[in-house]
């Protein structure tokens, strides 16, 4: 029952976050323009930068681009990830469908973004949103090995329980 309820879960924060993705590739350039332009505009007010202004805002908005691509992937590949280790089946294999899955859906997202009016594919972003996917797999497994191996620690220390090397 736990398990089911943690696998309805990762599966509803996939759909969400894919839907937040298809949202920003359905926007025009200009509504995608804006919304970067938003965020760096604040950056540099928040670090009150006067000088070189617009060479901040131009570099900063590309920047602000990309790391939104990185970001946004980076937490599809967490839920992907933690909704296959519901499952039970070998971890290179819940590893290689969390990529593959999130890679495909990378690669249509950026075939979907040609159709918006201003926009075109990149496949730096597709390298981007890989990269992302990755991230986001390590950081789970990071995060699980980390626990697993202070769990084994607390019950040697404290010989607790029926603990493995």
Do not use: C, P
């Not at 949202?23 to 995608?32: K, P």
């Not at 967490?78 to 971890?91: A, D, G, P, Q, V």
């Amino acid at each position: 029952m736990k398990t089911n309820i943690l696998r309805i879960t990762f599966l509803i924060l996939i759909i969400i976050n894919s839907v937040i993705i298809f949202g920003f590739s359905a926007q025009n350039g200009e509504e995608s323009g804006n919304l970067s332009k938003l965020v760096i505009s604040k950056i540099a007010d928040i670090l009150n930068i006067e000088e070189n202004r617009e060479n901040f805002l131009e570099v900063g908005e590309s920047i602000v681009r990309k790391l939104a691509h990185f970001s946004i992937y980076t937490s599809l590949g967490i839920w992907l990830i933690s909704f296959l280790l519901t499952f039970k089946f070998k971890l290179k294999y819940q590893i290689t469908i969390a990529s593959v899955l999130g890679i495909v859906y990378a690669i249509t997202d950026e075939f979907h973004q040609k159709f918006s009016f201003g926009r075109h594919a990149s496949i730096n972003d597709v390298i981007i949103d890989s990269l992302g996917i990755f991230f986001g797999i390590t950081l789970v497994l990071l995060v699980i090995t980390i626990y697993k191996k202070l769990k084994i620690k607390n019950a040697k220390k404290y010989k607790i329980g029926n603990w493995k090397k």
